[in-house]
């Protein structure tokens, strides 16, 4: 049973939906002034990509989780969840931020979607989020999200071509590299949720 959470652990967790949305929306409309779109192909273009999808989970997950009753959202996906947005961080500052730089609304949904949500939602989990009962038989849910959407790229990018990221270009970089790379994320995925797992073996809720 999901534990019950303090008024602030709720009223925090309303505050990352509200920090997700609000980079969303001006992702939003910063690729429609740059692109000229139109709102349908700018949405479109918007639902490649896993750190964009990964914050519309984290607006629906954590608007549940604000509210008093919270049924539907269990501990495994809240550390699944939360280690998928520090991922999207993690990659991004690591691997993808010198690709692009950005200026005025650009930059403020960058740093929101890849800096702020994934630091916010990083430190709710370690203060607030129900963890003791985490096991390692859970660790099948920290890679699904992630699997899920690799199939759905690729699914995607075989018919129109576009490879939202270039470690899994298939035409770019080949497709043993790109198999390397997509298992390798997955690997990290697991060793992530393996430490999550023992940080919610020392935690107090």
Known sequence: MFPEL???????????????????????????QATGQGPLATVDD????FTILTHMLVVVTFTIVSRPMRDGVSAPWLAALTLSVVM??????LILSGLVSFTGLGWWADHGLHTAGPLAIALWWLIHAP???LAYADLPIFVLWPSVYVAYALGRAAQDGVYPYPFIDLPEIGEAAA???????????????????????????
């Open 88 to 93: 999207v961080g993690l990659v991004y500052h």
């Open 46 to 49: 918007m639902a490649r990509y």
């Open 6 to 32: 303090s008024r602030t652990a709720r009223r925090m967790a309303l505050l990352i939906a509200l920090i997700s949305a609000v980079s969303l929306g001006a992702q939003f409309v910063h690729l429609m």
């Open 131 to 133: 963890k003791r009962r």
């Open 179 to 205: 198999a390397v790379n997509m298992a390798l994320l997955l690997v990290v995925f697991l060793l992530g949720g393996v430490g999550m797992i023992a940080i919610g073996r020392y935690a107090d809720r």
